[in-house]
């Protein structure tokens, strides 16, 4: 059965910077994409970024344009983890965060990254990202 627990959330002030992490089990974690997601009260869930989610090679990030060069994803295969690595939050980073993992081989069937939530199977419980002004 996979599982996928995610943690490092927490309030932080405007400016500030988080990591998360995501802990996967019951799965071989390096043939599996990662994906980061949020969800803000009111509005749909969105993808952040993904790791190995990409053309099916393993290793390569994919960033929500919106995102790029202030969010880092990144991965620990030994440790079955995965990483977001959050700087320069605003109030609008505000958010419930998941991360979902998919086979890495999925990823080679489409045109373009797995940052669509409906493309993944199975997801962690999330955790809170609160950044105050």
């Known amino acids: 059965e996979v599982q996928l627990v995610e943690s490092g959330g927490g309030l932080v002030q405007a400016g500030g910077s988080l990591t998360l992490s995501c802990v996967g089990s019951?799965?071989?974690?390096?043939?599996?994409?990662i994906g980061w997601f949020r969800q803000a009260p009111g509005k749909e869930r969105e993808g952040v970024s993904c790791i190995s989610c990409f053309d099916g090679i393993k290793g390569r990030t994919y960033y929500a344009d919106s995102l790029k060069g202030r969010f880092t994803v990144s991965s620990d295969n030994a440790k079955n983890t995965a990483f977001l690595q959050m700087n320069s939050l605003t109030p609008e980073d505000t958010a419930v965060y998941y991360c979902a993992a998919v086979l890495t081989s999925r990823s080679a069937l489409y045109g373009g990254p797995l940052l669509n939530p409906i493309e993944y199977d199975d997801w962690g419980q999330g955790t809170q990202v609160t950044v105050s002004s």
């Open positions: 019951g799965f071989t974690f390096d043939d599996y994409a």
